[in-house]
C-alpha cells in the first residue's frame, strides 16, 4: 500500500486522554480522513471501547497486534509494533495518546521525557528503513500530543471538543467511588466546569 505521509495511525487505551486524541483529529475534517484508530486484538474489552468512541467521532478503526497499556520494554515493543502497522496501513505516522503529566507534569518529569524518549527512538528506527517501509520521506513522525499535559489540561479539551465522555470504561463506576479511574476524572471534569456533571452524578 502506498504511503500517505499525512496519515496516521491513532493508539490509544480508551481512556480520557485516548478520547481526546481522537477528538483532536475528528475535529478537523481534513485530518479525520487520515486517521486509523488501532484496535488491539489482545485486548477485547479496550478494543470495543475505541470501536465506540471512533464511531461516535467518525473515525474508521483497524485491527491491531499491539499492546496499549503496557510499561517498560512491553510498552517500546508495542510502540514499535504500532509504528510497523502504520506503514503497512499507508500511515506516514504515528499517533501515540500516552499522557504521562497527571496532576501536576512538573512532579513527573522523568515519566514525560520516557514518554517523549519512546516517542523519538521508535521515530528514528523507522526512519533509518524509510525506503524498505516505502515511506516518502526520510522521516516517521510518532506524535504526542498529550504527554506533558496535567490532567485538568486533558479535561479541559474533553469539555471544549465536546466528546461523549460516557464512552470511557469507568463511567459506569463514577458514582461508586470506588475506581481510582473514575474518582481521577471527575475530579478534573469538575475542575474543568464541565456541563455534564448534573448528570454524571444522577
Known amino acids: 500500500m502506498a504511503i500517505d505521509p499525512e496519515r496516521r495511525l491513532l493508539l490509544a487505551e480508551g481512556d480520557l486522554p485516548g478520547l481526546v486524541a481522537m477528538g ?8 479525520a480522513r487520515q486517521t486509523l484508530v488501532a484496535l488491539p486484538e489482545s485486548e477485547p474489552g479496550v478494543a470495543e471501547v475505541l470501536r465506540r468512541q471512533a464511531d461516535r467521532l467518525g473515525l474508521e478503526t483497524v485491527a491491531s ?3 496499549t497499556g503496557s ?3 512491553a510498552g517500546s515493543l508495542g510502540l514499535m509494533t504500532a509504528a510497523v502497522e502504520a506503514t ?3 500511515c506516514g505516522g504515528l499517533i501515540w495518546s500516552a499522557q504521562a ?3 501536576e507534569p512538573a512532579e513527573h518529569v522523568d515519566d514525560i521525557a520516557g514518554v517523549l524518549d519512546r516517542a523519538l527512538l521508535v521515530s528514528r528506527l ?4 524509510s525506503e524498505a517501509a516505502g515511506l516518502t520521506r526520510p522521516e516517521f513522525p510518532v506524535e504526542t500530543p498529550l504527554a506533558d499535559l496535567s490532567d485538568r489540561q486533558v479535561a479541559d479539551l474533553a469539555v471544549d471538543l465536546e466528546l461523549p465522555i460516557e464512552t470511557c470504561p469507568w463511567w459506569v ?3 461508586s467511588g470506588g475506581h481510582a479511574a473514575a474518582a481521577r476524572w471527575m475530579r478534573a471534569l469538575r475542575a474543568a466546569g464541565w456541563a455534564g456533571l448534573a448528570e454524571a452524578a444522577s
Not at 483532536?24 to 485530518?31: F, G, I, K, S, T
Not at 523507522?126 to 528503513?129: E, F, K, Q, R, W
Request: aromatic content about 0%; proline content about 4%.
Open 71 to 73: 510499561q517498560g520494554l
Open 65 to 67: 497486534a499491539a499492546t
Open 88 to 90: 503497512l496501513h499507508g
Open 101 to 103: 503529566g497527571l496532576a
Open 126 to 129: 523507522v526512519a533509518l528503513d
Open 24 to 31: 483532536l483529529r475528528a475535529a478537523r475534517p481534513e485530518l
Open 173 to 175: 463506576d463514577r458514582r
